[in-house]
């Protein structure tokens, strides 16, 4: 007869079972926050980096777009003035900048005509507004007037 060993693990003994304390995880609680805190201000960042450019080229878009209606405008206002120095070169444009200055030319009379004194117009004795009549309403009602 063949003895064979046979190797038996002990069991174990039944112990006191270990309660989960219903307190609560504050170190778990506090690694998911930072983990996730991490994780957002990661992200963050990558999107900035990402959108940055596209900002960057709509700012300067709409800055390049107000400067070229800029130059327009004073394109614009430079033709006006070269056709202005233009007008004034002539002998017309010379005479009708001469009048505005208040020249005569020899042997015209000088007439000027006073525009202080004008008639003076009647106002308008114009209805009081919705407002002006509830404020005399109510000084109305706080003054403090004999009545007869």
């Keep these: 007869m063949s003895s064979k060993v046979i190797h038996v693990k002990p069991r174990r003994t039944a112990g006191p079972k270990r309660r989960r304390s219903r307190r609560p995880n504050y170190r778990r609680t506090i690694v998911t926050v930072l983990t996730i805190a991490g994780i957002l201000l990661v992200a ?4 900035g980096k990402v959108v940055k450019p596209w900002v960057v080229g709509h700012t300067e878009g709409r800055e390049i777009a107000q400067i070229n209606r800029q130059i327009a405008h004073e394109e614009a206002l430079r033709i006006d003035l070269n056709k ?11 005479e009708s900048e001469a009048r505005k200055l208040g020249w005569v030319k020899e042997g015209e009379v000088a007439v000027v005509v006073d525009d202080t004194k004008k008639s003076p117009t009647p106002e308008k004795a114009s209805e009081p507004t919705f407002l002006k009549r509830i404020g005399n309403g109510i000084t109305g009602l706080f003054s403090f007037t004999k009545s007869k």
């Excluded at 963050?44 to 999107?47: E, L, M, S, T, Y």
């Design 44 to 47: 963050g960042a990558v999107i």
């Design 84 to 94: 202005q120095i233009e007008y004034v070169r002539t002998p017309a444009g010379m």
